[in-house]
């Protein structure tokens, strides 16, 4: 994903030569954005990354990865921008962070509670494979249908189709049979994000 992608375009140790063909990179991607021209601008702002990684580049990457709806990957990447960010580029983090909460209203929110042992088991979204840390994730993804797969270690992945919506947040619970499910609040979580709950039972043997 996007991390990956940053990963791919850490900087190498630049030359006064590299970093004056990165300025004018710079400014012919921001051409290129102002035009609309946005695929092509974030090929750029990406080869500008190569040499000079900074706040501003980083959120340039993320406004053009927005303009093409890939909308996932941009709020990756404005939370990423604090990684790189010097004192004098603070109000470049507070705008990415207020940027990624535009769209986390835009996304669907999956959270994703294992009851009972699930710290042995894998569990994936859409074939991308997510950390399970505390016995849950929470991931954010385009609305519409996506498909979350848990394995349980030497057993077989179970595939369970589920609906996001934008600006809410689905929790889907697999329990283990015959364990207490955790019962779900029905409140209205802070900020109003409206909730929905799926459960879904796993047999005994399953999470064994």
């Avoid at 012919?28 to 974030?42: I, M, Q, R, V, W």
């Avoid at 990354?49 to 993320?62: E, K, P």
């Amino acid at each position: 994903m996007l991390m990956g992608l940053l990963a791919l375009a850490a900087p190498r140790v630049a030359s006064a030569q590299d970093l004056e063909a990165a300025r004018k990179a710079f400014t012919a991607a921001f051409a290129e954005e102002t035009a609309g021209h946005y695929s092509e601008a974030l090929e750029k702002f990406l080869e500008v990354q190569r040499v000079r990684d900074t706040a501003s580049v980083r959120y340039r990457i993320a406004s053009c990865l927005e303009a093409l709806g890939k909308l996932e990957r941009a709020r990756e990447a404005y939370l990423a921008i604090d990684k790189v960010a010097r004192p004098e580029d603070a109000d470049v983090v507070t705008s990415s962070k207020a940027k990624a909460k535009e769209l986390e209203a835009r996304l669907g929110e999956l959270s994703l509670r294992i009851d009972g042992d699930g710290s042995e088991g894998r569990a994936a979204v859409d074939g991308t494979e997510l950390p399970l840390t505390g016995g849950g994730a929470t991931v954010f993804l385009m609305p519409g249908e996506h498909r979350v797969t848990f394995e349980p270690r030497g057993e077989p992945p179970m595939v369970t189709p589920i609906t996001l919506e934008g600006g809410r947040r689905t929790v889907l619970v697999l329990n283990r049979r015959g364990a207490p499910a955790t019962t779900p609040s029905t409140k209205q979580p802070t900020g109003g994000v409206a909730v929905s709950y799926t459960h879904l039972t796993l047999p005994t043997s399953d999470l064994v």
